[in-house]
């Protein structure tokens, strides 16, 4: 059974950094293409934040996170991790750690697997 497990969160200062890791069990990390990170408000739909491919290709969502953000993954360790650099308190949210077998996607409905999410707080 495919698993995903978030660490890393919590709360935080404006301006502050938090470095999320996900780890997969179960299956070989290296079979993912694709590991990405989403997150979540109440009341709104699960926004794709970034992903990162097998080789190394990283690509990001909102603009608000370019620049602040970075995904990065180390296949040996089967881990994907999230810098968040200069924390917003509209960075406030549950993230998911997410995967994909084959091919590229950026959607919710891309993704095969998921973790059970973590929850990051911004203060201001």
């Known amino acids: 059974q495919v698993q995903l497990s978030e660490s890393g969160g919590g709360s935080v200062q404006t301006g502050g950094s938090l470095r999320l890791s996900c780890a997969g069990s179960?299956?070989?990390?290296?079979?993912?293409?694709?590991m990405g990170w989403f997150r979540q408000t109440p009341g709104f739909e699960r926004e794709f934040v970034a992903s990162i491919t097998w080789s190394g290709s990283a690509s990001y969502g909102p603009d608000s996170v370019k620049g602040r953000f970075t995904i990065s993954r180390d296949n040996a360790k089967g881990t994907v991790y999230l810098q968040m650099n200069d924390l917003l308190p509209e960075d406030t949210a549950i993230y998911y750690c997410a995967a994909k077998n084959v091919g590229v996607g950026y959607g919710r409905r891309d993704f095969d697997y998921w973790g059970q999410g973590i929850q990051v707080t911004v203060s201001s």
């Open positions: 179960g299956r070989s990390f290296n079979n993912y293409n694709q």
